[in-house]
């Protein structure tokens, strides 16, 4: 059945689309926040990086798998995206659906008083929830009703019976969490492979489900459509409200419009890659009233930290309460019947659903008695983190792993603070296998929310280290010590362990909800405190560990949100683009004295926002496609003046065309320098960067002169920025002048800063001049008055004169002529 009844009512103007709500990423938070607005009549955009998965369509063989990782500048664009940072790794999903296609499937509440008040955290700060768990509660009874948990049918699996066991030896109660799984058809008992039929909202894959056949593969994408993930249930229900769900569709930048309303920029990766497995991008935008950030803790924070610079007013919480929830994989390796000498005891963990059994251990908040509480679950044979396993039992198989490990370890020592290692851990999966008498074992828990987001040269960073959430580590790692234990099996930590980093696939935090704009980004609904419109709903909002499996607690978080939208009357759709917030001065005529030149100058190329490199920013804006050029005339309005003086100073005029800024933003002050000695090796640029070296690393930027730009501009929202430009006239080895008069370096400050000043770069990239235009440029000068002749030439005598001076001077510094 096509499950889309009505078309949705997005419109378009201007080129530009128009809808009442964009939803940023369609895992748990995104996919109740398209249905809940779509179900009440509301025009609805879902933009996800991810492709879809119908059942059948998870890799299972070698090649894909191997290919099955997120990172597109690797012609990457599958389903894991796996990443490094300083003290942990941590891996998330990516596809429609989100988290839910590779998830264990539980949804657990958060514990009633783990929703902890002002909390003191070691090292300092305290953890506070804004909502309770009555707050939650009916939106836990939202979640449950789409989502259908249950728990395991089947209590006699063998690895069920194990942790039970184990469980009960240690004087710990075990249970059957509800997963959200299909087991039988409705009013029917449980038994594999028998089809599950359509719900009355349809299914966007138009594929048969089957019940579960018990195969262990949840964490890899049930082939069979037997988990009740998001794609089958919430997002289908979307889609039949008229819900416009687009996939590979990433989103890249966010602007406030004047008057509200947002702007959404996203890239689209063409649907089929090429020969070489290249996907064709192309950069979009849309406008609504309400924007909802789903993209992940880690998608979600990382957007907002790149914007930064479009939305100014957001507060100092941002990037703060990261926790990896507590998250430790361990492993019981070899149990036996009785004791450790007695008859291998059959566990065959691969049998069942990923989770079926878990156990609490209580928190100091429970009986005033017990720390951090924490969770255990046996984890079945979760394929893509087999590397780990083989690694902590069988030497033969550990290059594979070492040469991960290097990657990593190269990462670290290059300086970098975070990666998508997807391609690495994609070259390491590979047919490991664990014995029939071994169970992994996943704990999680309230570790402590101390981690720090930020962006290093335009990368993600998480400053969060296990150190000061070692009581917790440890006593859960007792936990898992005794559970082995009781099973006759020996005890390993997974092999990251040694270097007391852990694995999350739970990250939380980053845009963490609060009383107030110094505690959150976000309020008790999800609402950021500075700019009403817009939601976060995902896992950032968390402001601590959720404590067991956070999924439901994400998705009722974001069901409550949904309802302040949809109590408030519908908010009207933003117009158009709300035009720039100063008319564009017209470029002045040369004033009449006589002395005066003007010439008109348009450089393009490309600027990443959260770059502090000009030449990373670059790199990293062109495949994302985000272009940067300006048009300015430079009017020098005394050219003998100007010869005269050290500045050499002129007037620029004009606009700024940039995708991550809003658009044509004209210039409401602009300074040029020509041929000004270049700054010191010992100064600082208006970035605090050293100013004696070219940021390509080569020699000499100090050697010689430069031309510098500064132009005020102010972005959609409003906030004013400063765009500062170096190009290097200089000469170092072999005769390049049109390289090094052509290639601006641009960093972008926050705020207007004017010469001699500094301020926060926000942004970096590199423009260049293409030949044509150059052409064009030589003839747009102009000279006013009587004298025009005369200043055109006392012009161009100083201009050929610097440039002598550089290239043909033997003083021209260490790269000049009889330096060669
Ligand atoms: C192996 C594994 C097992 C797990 N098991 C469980 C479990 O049993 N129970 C449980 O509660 N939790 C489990 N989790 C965790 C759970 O999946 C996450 O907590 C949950 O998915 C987080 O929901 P979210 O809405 O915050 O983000 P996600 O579900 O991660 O969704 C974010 C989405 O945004 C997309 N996105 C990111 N950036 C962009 C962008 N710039 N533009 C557009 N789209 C973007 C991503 O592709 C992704 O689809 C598991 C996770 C893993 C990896």
């Keep these: 059945m096509p499950p889309t009844t009505r078309r949705p009512r997005i419109t378009t103007t201007d080129g530009a689309e128009y809808c009442d709500a964009v939803v940023v990423g369609s895992g748990f938070g995104g996919s109740v926040a398209a249905y809940r607005q779509a179900e009440a009549g509301r025009a609805v955009v879902v933009l996800e990086r991810g492709q879809p998965y119908p059942p059948g369509s998870f890799p299972r063989n070698p090649y894909e798998m191997s290919r099955a990782f997120w990172e597109p500048k690797d012609r990457l664009y599958g389903l894991y995206d796996v990443r490094s940072f300083r003290k942990l790794e941590s891996v998330v999903s990516s596809g429609l659906g989100g988290g839910s296609l590779i998830y264990a499937n539980v949804l657990l509440r958060k514990d009633e008083h783990w929703f902890v008040h002002d909390s003191p955290i070691p090292g300092g700060g305290y953890e506070h929830w804004p909502v309770s768990r009555a707050d939650l509660d009916p939106h836990y009874d939202a979640v449950e009703a789409m989502l259908t948990p249950t728990p395991s049918p089947y209590p006699d699996l063998t690895k069920a019976r194990a942790l039970r066991d184990a469980a009960e030896r240690i004087g710990a109660e075990a249970f059957a969490p509800p997963l959200a799984v299909t087991f039988a058809p409705p009013g029917g008992e449980p038994e594999p492979k028998q089809v599950i039929p359509e ?21 890899i994408g049930c082939n069979e459509g037997s988990k009740n993930t998001l794609d089958h249930t919430y997002l289908s229900a979307a889609a039949h409200h008229g819900a416009d769900l687009r996939t590979l569709s990433e989103v890249t930048s966010l602007v406030p419009l004047e008057g509200g309303g947002f702007e959404v920029g996203y890239t689209r990766y063409a649907d089929e890659p090429d020969a070489d497995g290249h996907r064709a991008r192309s950069s979009h935008r849309i406008r609504s009233s309400t924007v909802f950030l789903a993209a992940g803790a880690l998608g979600t924070t990382a957007l907002l930290l790149r914007n930064r610079v479009n939305l100014p007013a957001l507060g100092p919480a941002l990037g703060t309460r990261f926790s990896g929830n507590g998250d430790l994989l361990t492993f019981a ?13 059959l566990i065959d963990a691969s049998r069942g659903p990923v989770i079926t059994t878990s156990l609490r251990v209580p928190d100091d908040t429970d009986d005033g008695n017990g720390g951090r509480g924490h969770y255990i679950q046996e984890a079945g044979f979760p394929e893509f983190t087999n590397w780990l396993i083989e690694t902590s039992q069988a030497p033969a198989q550990a290059t594979r792993a070492a040469a991960a490990a290097l990657a990593i370890a190269r990462i ?17 999966v590979g047919q490991g296998r664990l014995g029939s008498s071994s169970l992994p074992l996943l704990g999680m828990g309230r570790d402590t929310p101390d981690g720090r987001v930020r962006l290093r040269g335009g990368e993600l960073d998480i400053d969060w280290t296990s150190a000061t959430s070692m009581p917790f580590l440890t006593s859960m790692r007792e936990t898992m010590r005794a559970l082995t234990d009781a099973l006759g099996a020996r005890y390993h930590d997974n092999p990251l362990w040694w270097t007391r980093r852990v694995v999350t696939v739970h990250p939380l935090g980053g845009a963490p909800m609060g009383r107030h704009e110094t505690e959150g980004v976000v309020d008790a609904h999800g609402e950021s405190f500075a700019y009403p419109g817009l939601f976060v709903v995902d896992g950032a909002a968390m402001p601590g560990p959720v404590g067991p499996n956070p999924a439901l607690t994400i998705a009722a978080f974001s069901d409550r949100a949904n309802d302040r939208v949809l109590e408030r009357p519908k908010r009207r759709r933003p117009r158009r683009a709300a035009g720039p917030s100063v008319a564009v001065p017209d470029v002045p005529p040369p004033p009449d004295t006589g002395r005066s030149v003007q010439f008109t100058e348009q450089m393009k ?22 272009r940067f050029m300006f048009e300015l005339t430079i009017t020098v309005p005394d050219v003998e003046a100007f010869v005269g003086e050290g500045e050499h100073e002129g007037v620029a005029t004009g606009f700024v065309q940039s995708e991550v800024l809003g658009g044509r933003l004209p210039v409401e002050r602009g300074w040029f320098n020509l041929f000004v000695p270049a700054a010191g090796d010992g100064d600082r ?18 050697a010689g002169k430069e031309m510098r730009y500064r132009l005020w501009v102010r972005d959609l929202s409003g906030a004013p920025v400063t765009m500062t430009g170096r190009k290097a006239v200089r000469d170092d080895r072999g005769f390049d002048l049109w390289q090094d008069t052509t290639t601006l370096y641009v960093t972008l400050l926050a705020g207007h800063v004017g010469p001699g000043e500094s301020g926060d770069p926000v942004g970096a990239g590199v423009l260049r001049i293409l030949p044509l235009d150059f052409a064009r440029q030589l003839t747009t000068f102009r000279a006013g008055g009587s004298g025009a002749l005369s200043s055109l030439a006392t012009f161009g005598r100083f201009f050929g004169e610097s440039l002598r001076d550089v290239y043909l001077s033997p003083t021209g510094g260490p790269g000049g002529r009889d330096d060669r």
Excluded: M, Q
Excluded at 202 to 213: D, E, M, P
Excluded at 333 to 345: E, L, N, Q
């Design 199 to 219: 719900p009355e909202y349809g299914n966007i894959h138009g594929r048969t489900r089957l019940t579960c056949r018990l195969c262990g593969e949840c964490d």
């Design 333 to 345: 390796i070899g149990a036996h019947d009785g004791s450790r000498t007695g008859p291998d005891r």
């Design 412 to 428: 670290r020592l290059g300086g970098r603070h975070e990666s998508t290692i997807s391609a690495e851990v994609a070259r390491l």
């Design 605 to 626: 190329g490309y600027l990443a926002l959260g770059e502090t490199d000009p030449l990373r920013g670059w790199e990293r804006a062109r495949t994302l496609g985000h």
């Design 685 to 702: 640029d208006d970035a605090g960067n050293p100013a004696g070296s070219a940021p390509d690393g080569r020699p000499g930027f100090g």
